[in-house]
């Protein structure tokens, strides 16, 4: 299983190679700009998303931060997969996620809850796929987003953009 950036796992590939770390690399930063341009807006929908990932030195954190024990948190909250990977046991919606659509931890959620949408392993493989083959329709890009998701609205309005820009960026590399 490869492993990009120690986080986002890329399922069906054994390695990366350089070539493709160049193009994740173009993949990665069309998802960070989001990420960086587009705050939440407090829908709560990513929210009800399963496989919320809680990396190991997040647990103690996030423990503290809900104010539940630590081996409480870990045995009620935290489920391990097959692979070793702890996820948020409750998750549609979320155990931390309050009436009002606030996240209850929210200066001590999980990194992958501060980088969703654009930032996380289908939305970045996607957009590698995009990058690296002219024929892929970009747009389907978020066919996981429901539509009524005010940041799928904004990614459509302008992914075909960064998508193309970074074609040309990657066209332009040694």
């Known amino acids: 299983m490869a492993v990009y950036r120690g986080k986002y796992v890329l399922q069906g590939l054994k390695e990366i190679t350089p070539e493709m770390k160049k193009d994740l690399d173009l993949a990665y930063e069309i998802c960070m700009s989001y990420n960086d341009n587009f705050p939440c807006e407090m829908c709560g929908k990513c929210c009800r998303q399963p496989n919320i990932l809680v990396l190991p030195e997040e ?16 045995s009620k909250y935290l489920v391990r997969t097959s692979d070793g990977r702890m996820l948020f ?7 931390f996620l309050s ?16 980088d969703f949408p654009y930032a996380v392993s289908m939305f970045m493989s996607r957009a590698y796929i995009a990058l690296t ?9 978020t066919e996981y987003m429901d539509e009524t998701w005010p940041c ?17 960026s990657r066209e332009l590399q040694p």
């Open 59 to 74: 647990v103690d954190r996030i423990s503290s931060a809900a104010k539940i024990p630590l081996h409480e948190f870990v």
């Open 99 to 114: 009436v009002d659509n606030r996240c209850k931890i929210w200066k001590d959620r999980p990194e992958v809850c501060r």
């Open 133 to 141: 083959d002219e024929n892929a329709d970009i747009i389907k890009l």
């Open 152 to 168: 799928t609205k904004v990614i459509r309005g302008t992914v075909s953009e960064k998508i193309n820009e970074a074609r040309k």
């Open 89 to 95: 046991a409750k998750t549609d919606p979320c155990a």
